[in-house]
């Protein structure tokens, strides 16, 4: 059983900064692939940003330059980096770990909110 816990979140003004942070228990996590996803209100969750195993890193575009994804695994550790958050930034973040189709767990989430 793998837990992933969320911690960063909070109130932020827009063109601001915010790092998220997602702590992983267990020994899988320099094996995983880890996802940092959102979800506003009334929408889908959405992929924000990946990073694999070997460190390979993807972004939706809407985040493409903005937000950093990183991974420590000597702490068990992924981030996310968010610069000049803007309001459509505004979401619940969660981090998803993977490893292959079996394995699949997410965090509980961390409220974001972009207001001056």
């Known amino acids: 059983q793998v837990q992933l816990v969320e911690s960063g979140g909070g109130l932020v003004q827009p063109g601001g900064s915010l790092r998220l942070s997602c702590a992983a228990s267990?020994?899988?996590?320099?094996?995983?692939?880890m996802g940092w996803y959102r979800q506003a209100p009334g929408k889908q969750r959405e992929l924000v940003a990946g990073?694999?195993?070997?460190?390979?890193?993807n972004y939706a575009d809407s985040v493409k330059g903005r937000f950093t994804i990183s991974r420590d695994n000597a702490k068990n550790t992924v981030y996310l980096q968010m610069n000049s958050v803007k309001p459509e930034d505004t979401a619940v973040y969660y981090c998803?770990?993977?490893?292959?189709?079996?394995?699949?767990?997410w965090g509980q989430g961390t409220q974001v909110t972009v207001s001056s």
């Open positions: 998803r770990l993977r490893l292959g189709v079996i394995v699949d767990y």
């Open positions: 267990g020994s899988i996590f320099s094996s995983s692939d």
């Open positions: 990073i694999t195993s070997s460190s390979r890193t």
